[in-house]
C-alpha cells in the first residue's frame, strides 16, 4: 500500500519536473508568472485527486499509475498514446517559445481564464474517477467490470476525454500564448482516434455496450457530436 502511494506522488513530482523543463527551458527564463501560476494549479489539481483516490480507491489508483504507450494492450493505442504524448509536449514548449518571443499578448484576465478551464477539466475528470472506478488508463476490460452509464456517462459517452480536451484548451490561454491553441488541433484528432477506436473494443468486450451507444447519442460534446 504505502509502496503505491510513493509510486503516485512520485509520477506527480515526475511530472511537475517535466513540466518545468518543457516551459522553463523554452522560454529561456524564470521570469514567467503564467508557467508558475499554471504549475501550480495543475500539481494542485492532480494532488487532490491522487489524495482522493489513495483514501477510496486505490485500485483505480492503480489502474491510472499503468499508463503510456508500453502500457497499453493495442498496437493501435500504442501508437496514439506515442503521438499524444508527442503532442502533449507540443502544446507546453509552443506556449513557452511563444511567450520567450512574444508572438502573442494575453492579457492577465484571460490567462486567468485559462488556469479556471484547467481546473474545470480536472473537475470532470474527477467526477468521471468518483462514478467510474474502472476507468483504466489504457484501453482494457478488468474482470468484473460492469458498464456505467450514470453520472457524466449519462451525458457522453466519452466524459473523461471531455475534460481532458477542456483542460487542454486552457493550458495554452493560461501560458499567456494565442499561438499555443494550434497545438490543440492534433490532440483533438488523436483524442478522437484514441476514442472511437475504444469504442470498437468496448462494442465487443464489454456486455450491454451496444445498447448503451444507442442510448446516450453523444460521444464527446452534447448536442454537437
Do not use: C
Amino acid at each position: 500500500m504505502k509502496d503505491l502511494n510513493k509510486r503516485a506522488i512520485g509520477g506527480l513530482v515526475q511530472l511537475l519536473v517535466i513540466m518545468a523543463a518543457m516551459l522553463f527551458l523554452p522560454a529561456w527564463t524564470l521570469h514567467y508568472w503564467q508557467a508558475w501560476v499554471l504549475m501550480g494549479v495543475f500539481f494542485a489539481s492532480a494532488l487532490a485527486i491522487t489524495i482522493y483516490l489513495m483514501k477510496y480507491d486505490r485500485k483505480l489508483l492503480e489502474r491510472r499509475i499503468n499508463a503510456g504507450p508500453g502500457a497499453e494492450k493495442e498496437r493501435s493505442q500504442m501508437i496514439i498514446q506515442f503521438l499524444a504524448a508527442i503532442s502533449f509536449v507540443g502544446i507546453f514548449v509552443i506556449s513557452a517559445i511563444d511567450h520567450r518571443f512574444a508572438w502573442s499578448t494575453v492579457p492577465a484576465y484571460a490567462a486567468a481564464m485559462g488556469d479556471f478551464l484547467v481546473m474545470l477539466g480536472f473537475l470532470v475528470v474527477f467526477l468521471v474517477f468518483k462514478e467510474n472506478t474502472f476507468t483504466s488508463a489504457v484501453i482494457e476490460v478488468s474482470a468484473g467490470q460492469k458498464l456505467i452509464a450514470t453520472g457524466p456517462y449519462a451525458t457522453v459517452r466519452h466524459p473523461m476525454y471531455a475534460g481532458a480536451l477542456v483542460m487542454l484548451f486552457g493550458v495554452p490561454v493560461a501560458l499567456g500564448s494565442w499561438w499555443g491553441l494550434l497545438t490543440i488541433i492534433p490532440m483533438t484528432f488523436l483524442l478522437v482516434w484514441r476514442l472511437l477506436d475504444e469504442e470498437k473494443f468496448l462494442a465487443k468486450n464489454l456486455p450491454g455496450y451496444p445498447e448503451y451507444r444507442k442510448k446516450v447519442r453523444w460521444r464527446l460534446v452534447p448536442f454537437i457530436w
